[in-house]
């Protein structure tokens, strides 16, 4: 299993990037999906996470600016990042497990089995 996340670069305030995950091994309509962040100096922390069944929840940090998306024909689960602040600054990971964490469980790393290897993030002002 491998997940390839790609996307992040050096964007300006009020920027927008997305970034794309995509799976070998797995096929993302059968896992839950959650995109995480880690600045550094921080724990790790969700940001957002679809569902098999189609929901998604997103953090109040990212709430409103950030919108997951998947294309099943791809087998690619995308994060658009809009409105982005010098706070979002971080390397971005996607994350994926095939029991779909629901409650507190979704907001722990420890919840996810496979996992990509993090895209940096940088956003100036």
């Known amino acids: 299993v491998q997940l390839q996340a790609s996307g992040g670069g050096l964007v300006q305030v009020g920027g927008s990037l997305r970034l794309s995950c995509a799976a070998s091994?797995?096929?993302?309509?059968?896992?839950?999906v959650a995109w995480f962040r880690q600045a550094p100096g921080k724990d790790r922390e969700l940001l957002g996470i679809t569902w098999r069944h189609g929901n998604t929840y997103y953090t109040d940090p990212v709430k409103g600016r950030f919108t997951i998306s998947t294309d099943n024909a791809r087998n690619t689960v995308y994060l658009q990042m809009n409105s982005l602040t010098p706070e979002d600054t971080a390397v971005y990971y996607c994350?994926?497990?095939?029991?779909?964490?629901?409650?507190?469980?979704?907001?722990?790393?420890?919840?996810?089995?496979?996992w990509g290897q993090g895209t940096q993030v940088t956003v100036s002002s």
């Open positions: 091994g797995l096929t993302f309509n059968n896992h839950a």
């Open positions: 994350a994926a497990d095939l029991n779909p964490p629901y409650g507190s469980a979704k907001f722990k790393p420890s919840s996810y089995h496979d």
